[in-house]
């Protein structure tokens, strides 16, 4: 069965440092890959998807994810923290011709001014 | 534009209350899914649709039951609630072609 891993429960950041979010999955095709964001409270909000081609994918709010086959890892990168940005970020598998989206445990991000 | 809404936003239950939680959208979109939220353990699949009077099941079906007897709707029943259910839920739906998923913004619910 595909699954999500998400090895970072916290990080902490410092504003404007840079940020490394991992994601790795197991599924044996090609998968419809995925960045949420969810602020406190709120539902969730799609940074960026990956489903073919350029495997460097640019999303919303400056965040960028690169798409490694060989790793099985999407991993979410943004240069310039902000303190907005702090909030719960999850990675997510499509699967089974898409008719299923498993999500990983979430990276809770904290940024210090 | 509305886009997915759940109806309540709250509610709590007592041990073996029954209730329907309601997932309604507005953008014609043919899947839709029931998610639960727990700290820690990211967002769940409890069961999802890929279309009208069509249902399956997800990671974590067990003491839900869910209908999709309108294509703009989708219901999450608890027959019988336990403690264990207390989560927040989340609906989502999305057209035929692969895409992002819409999230509505949750409903809480606390049995005790």
């Known amino acids: 069965a595909q699954s999500v891993t998400q090895p970072d429960i916290h990080i902490t950041v410092s504003e404007g440092a840079s940020l490394e979010l991992r994601c790795n999955y197991s599924?044996?095709?090609?998968?419809?890959l995925f960045w949420y964001v969810q602020s406190p409270g709120q539902g969730l909000q799609l940074l960026l998807k990956y489903f073919s081609g350029d495997t460097l994918v640019q999303g919303i709010k400056g965040f960028e994810a690169e798409f490694k086959r060989s790793q099985s890892s999407f991993n979410l990168r943004k240069p310039s923290v902000h303190w907005s940005d702090a909030a719960e970020y999850f990675c997510a598998v499509g699967s089974g011709g898409y008719n299923k989206l498993i999500f990983g445990a979430g990276t809770r991000l904290a940024v210090h001014p | 534009n509305a886009g997915v809404t759940q109806t309540p936003k709250f509610r709590v239950l007592k041990t073996g209350q029954s209730m329907t939680l309601l997932c309604a959208q507005d953008m014609n979109h043919e899947y839709m899914y029931w998610y639960r939220q727990d700290p820690g353990m990211g967002l769940r699949l409890i069961h999802y649709s890929v279309g009208e009077g069509t249902t399956a099941k997800g990671e974590v079906p067990d003491g839900y039951n869910v209908s999709r007897l309108k294509k703009q709707n989708f219901l999450l029943g608890l027959e019988s609630a336990a403690p264990s259910q207390t989560s927040v839920y989340f609906c989502a739906s999305r057209p035929r072609e692969p895409g992002e998923l819409f999230f509505g913004e949750g409903s809480r619910l606390t049995v005790l």
């Open positions: 599924y044996g095709a090609t998968p419809y």
